[in-house]
C-alpha cells in the first residue's frame, strides 16, 4: 500500500542535541511538508518542498533544518537552536497535479526533548 | 492571508446524538475547505473536502459539512454519533489553484459519552 513512513515513532533527545526525523513516501507525490502541533494550537508549517532539491520555509522555520535530495524522501532535522523541540511532528505530501491541496499525512512522530 | 477559526476546542456529546462542529474561515479569495480527523497519536486522514459546485459535501464515516459563503462557514455535522467517532478534529483552508499553502485551525475534540 502506498503511503508515507515516519520514523522513529518516539524519540527522546537530551537539550543541545540535533535530531533528524525520518519521512519517506511511495506515493510519487511531488510536493512534501513538514508540521509542528502542539497542544491547542494547531498544525503549524515548518518547511516544505515542491521539488527535488528544493524548499522553502514555512511560518516556524527557525531551529529546523531540511533537505530534499531524492523525490521520495524529505527528512526534517531539530536542531539545538530550536527552543522549545518538545512537539508531535507531522509529514504530509500533495500530488504535484492535484490542484485540491489535498495532503496525505503520516503517522507522526513525538519528540521529547529532557 | 487566510485564516481558520474552530469555535469550540471541546466538544462533549452522548452517543447517537447529533453535534455539530463549528468553522469559520477568512480569505479575500476563493477557496477550498478541507476536514481532517485525527484520532490519538496518529496522523491526519481527509473527512470531506468542499472544491466547488454543490455546498453540500459528504465525507467518511457518514459525516457532512455545508458551505455558506455568506457566512464564510463550513460547518461538519453527523446526525447520530458512535463512541469510535471520539478524536480531534481539524478545518483546514486553502486558496484555489496550484499549490497553495493549507492552514489549520486549532482542532476540536470531539468526545462521545457512552
Known amino acids: 500500500d502506498g503511503g508515507i513512513t515516519q520514523s522513529p515513532k518516539y524519540l527522546f533527545r537530551k537539550e543541545g542535541q540535533n535530531v533528524t526525523l525520518s519521512c519517506e513516501q511511495n506515493l510519487n507525490h511531488d510536493a512534501m511538508y513538514w508540521y509542528r502541533q502542539d497542544p491547542g494550537q494547531g498544525l503549524r508549517l515548518i518547511y516544505y518542498?515542491?521539488?527535488?532539491?528544493?524548499?522553502q520555509k514555512g511560518d516556524i522555520a527557525e531551529g529546523y533544518s531540511v533537505s530534499r535530495e531524492k523525490k521520495e524522501s524529505f527528512p526534517l532535522t531539530v536542531t539545538s537552536a530550536q527552543k522549545n523541540p518538545t512537539a508531535f511532528y507531522l509529514c504530509?505530501?500533495?500530488?504535484?497535479?492535484?490542484?485540491?491541496?489535498?495532503?496525505?499525512f503520516g503517522a507522526g512522530s513525538r519528540l521529547t526533548v529532557l | 492571508a487566510q485564516s481558520v477559526t474552530q469555535l469550540d476546542s471541546q466538544v462533549p456529546v452522548f452517543e447517537e446524538a447529533p453535534v455539530e462542529l463549528r468553522c469559520n474561515y477568512s480569505?479575500?479569495?476563493?477557496?477550498?475547505l478541507f476536514w481532517y480527523v485525527q484520532y490519538p497519536n496518529q496522523g491526519l486522514q481527509l473527512l470531506l473536502k468542499y472544491l466547488s459546485g454543490s455546498t453540500l459535501v459528504k465525507g467518511i464515516n457518514g459525516f457532512e459539512a455545508e458551505f455558506n459563503k455568506s457566512q464564510t462557514s463550513f460547518h461538519l455535522r453527523k446526525p447520530s454519533v458512535h463512541i469510535s467517532d471520539t478524536a480531534e478534529y481539524f478545518c483546514a483552508v486553502s486558496r484555489k489553484g496550484g499549490y497553495q499553502k493549507v492552514t489549520f485551525g486549532i482542532g476540536t475534540k470531539l468526545q462521545v459519552i457512552p
Open positions: 504530509a505530501s500533495k500530488a504535484g497535479d492535484s490542484g485540491a491541496n489535498v495532503l496525505t
Open positions: 480569505s479575500s479569495v476563493s477557496v477550498y
Open positions: 518542498s515542491q521539488i527535488v532539491n528544493d524548499f
